[in-house]
């Protein structure tokens, strides 16, 4: 993590964003901007927090711990996303690893300052339980999915999370990512690796030897029956 001091670019993304809608003297409120490398954590599983994080540049993923040690996948985000509402209003630790996937921008406001200054912003509680409900929302979504869709229709469903036909990240995935994917679908590696071949076959996706790439976002569309991890 890196504070940016650029009041500027602080600015333009509370612009962007319409926060200074929520925060009608936003000017005096104690912002910051910080920026997350690629593949760092944002947040551990367990830790106190004491800011709220609006993502407002990048891609994250949001991973819960399940008994045996290993991470199941929960949701990716995108800006305009909150990290910490749940922690803000039931005065909890981190329910969940937060990971950033490409280079990401938050928009920080300290716990101290929200419980003295904005409990009673309406403005602010209304976006506060819009964000609360399309988690839980999310949270149910993907808990079904693990819990009934087959490996096939899960990693359809993380490949389509990931990427989009008019962009290009996700488009090409490493293969030493397999067996930490293979987890975060709640699957073996070995089980995965024959989906991979299946849909290798079926001119879905192409594997090489270190890389595997997308051919056929149609295809994976009728695989993943419209279900998304985000």
């Known amino acids: 993590m890196k504070v ?8 333009e993304k509370i612009h962007q ?13 104690p912002f910051a901007l910080y920026h997350y490398a690629a593949g760092e954590i944002l947040l551990h599983e367990g830790e106190e927090m004491t800011m709220l994080l609006y993502l407002v540049e990048g891609k994250i993923k949001t991973t819960s711990s399940v008994g045996t040690g290993k991470s199941l996948l929960l949701r990716f985000s995108q800006p305009l ?3 910490g509402d749940l922690e803000l209003v039931r005065h ?30 309406p403005l602010f509680l209304q976006h506060l339980i819009k964000h609360l409900s399309y988690k839980l929302q999310t949270c149910t979504t993907a808990a079904r999915v693990n819990l009934l869709a087959s490996v096939e229709n ?9 990427t989009t036909p008019d962009n290009e990240f996700g488009v090409e995935l490493q293969t030493q990512n397999i ?26 996706i192409e594997r090489g030897n270190k890389f595997f790439r997308i051919l056929s976002h149609e295809s994976l569309e009728d695989l993943s029956q419209g279900i998304r991890y985000e």
């Open 4 to 11: 940016i001091h650029d009041s500027c670019k602080l600015h």
């Open 17 to 29: 964003y319409k926060l200074q809608e929520i925060f009608p003297t936003f000017s005096s409120k």
């Open 81 to 83: 996303s909150i990290i």
């Open 92 to 121: 909890v630790p981190v329910q969940s690893q937060i990971t950033s996937v490409t280079e990401c921008l938050c928009i920080a406001l300290p716990f101290d300052y929200i419980n003295q200054y904005e409990k009673d912003n």
């Open 154 to 162: 899960r990693f359809a469903s993380y490949l389509l999370s990931i």
């Open 179 to 204: 067996g930490e994917i293979a987890d975060l679908l709640g699957t073996t590696r070995r089980h995965l690796d024959r989906v991979i071949h299946k849909l290798s076959e079926q001119g879905i």
